[in-house]
């Protein structure tokens, strides 16, 4: 059809159209100048507990660094979904943010697990200087590929054994039913030891210990005493096996959508309260559980260096076969983990 208008006219309609279209996308871009985006936290912490509380205030500093420009929803107790169906929301961009136990983001990333192989580390210093200067990067790069942000990492604590009796020793496992997740880095390590890995849910456990389905569990004291575990199975071997690493993480494509100076407010944000303070509130609470635990009568049996140096003795060819399985992606996580511990202990 002719167009009824002149050359000239037409071209000023289709300015002032392109001018009212780019107003429009601008005005939609999130700026510090108003909350315009609201985003959802899934987090399977209890209301009112430690780890909640970290969730909460991850929110609010977030928002005051964006000037309210984002605002984090949390929604605690698991009430998005279990963690795994949680993080493929994340993932597809139907959720928004969250933070997970390692071995569950696993499931999307697996050289993740690497992070948590046990008596990896000497101690909690080499791993948390290992993990911040050369994990991260490496770590925050497998995460992108699945369309994830890392934002910052968490944790509940040094995994230890709990039981009827104390296994201080390599020995003391030999034969016994290790209950564990249902995975085949568990399944590897307590079969190299000497003992038959039993799977185990969650709500199993109380019952399992009671009935001697199981001997034996690795847990953390913030979960082992207040779920009333640690009168089932008192005895508790405290020979860190690991620490139950957790990582937060966002959407890629909502962090990458946002306006720049949102995106770095947002990230001032996460890193408001500094990573030293909430690994250092979560240690604290976990020495108040194991002088609860000791105080209601239960057991805590401390492995000796040497001990816990014999528990290390030929893991390096576990490590190397976790690393192995995984692919690449975990033959080159364990070597940058291996320059790390290198490097840390030099520092």
């Known amino acids: 059809m002719k167009c009824i208008f002149g050359t000239a006219a037409a071209s000023t309609i289709r300015r002032v159209q392109l001018s009212t279209v780019l107003v429009a996308s601008l005005s939609t871009l999130p700026s510090l100048a108003q909350a315009q985006i609201e985003v959802r936290y899934a987090s399977a912490a209890p209301p009112g507990s430690i780890f909640a509380k970290q969730v909460d205030r991850l929110a609010t500093e977030i928002g005051e660094e964006t000037k309210g420009a984002v605002k984090v929803n949390t929604f605690h107790n698991s009430q998005l979904g279990g963690e795994i169906d949680v993080i493929n929301q994340i993932v597809r961009g139907r959720l928004d943010m969250g933070g997970f136990a390692a071995l569950s983001l696993a499931l999307q990333v697996p050289e993740v697990a690497l992070l948590q192989m046990p008596f990896y580390f000497d101690d909690v210093v080499q791993r948390d200087c290992v993990l911040d200067n050369h994990a991260k990067p490496v770590l925050a790069d497998a995460l992108e590929k699945k369309g994830l942000k890392f934002l910052t990492w968490g944790e509940s604590g040094a995994g230890q054994i709990v039981g009827k009796k104390a296994y201080t020793s390599p020995t003391d496992v030999r034969g016994i039913k290790a209950g564990i997740y249902a995975n085949k880095g568990s399944t590897d390590f307590w079969k190299r030891v000497g003992a038959n890995p039993v799977p185990t849910t969650t709500p199993e456990l109380a019952s399992s210990l009671q009935t001697g389905l199981i001997d034996s569990w690795v847990t953390v004291p913030v979960f082992y005493v207040p779920s009333g575990l640690n009168k089932i199975a008192p005895v508790m071997t405290k020979l860190d096996m690991s620490i139950a690493l957790t990582v937060n993480v966002m959407n890629k494509k909502l962090f990458d959508g946002l306006a720049p100076d949102v995106r770095a407010a947002l990230e001032r944000g996460v890193g408001k309260t500094p990573l030293a303070t909430v690994r250092k509130e979560i240690r604290d609470l976990n020495e108040v559980m194991y ?57």
């Open 291 to 347: 002088k609860m635990h000791t105080d209601g009568g239960g057991t805590i049996a401390t492995v000796t260096p040497a001990q816990r140096a014999e528990w290390q003795k030929g893991m390096q060819d576990y490590w190397t076969e976790v690393a192995r399985d995984v692919g690449p992606a975990g033959e080159k996580m364990l070597a940058v983990l291996e320059s790390g511990k290198k490097a840390c202990k030099k520092g």
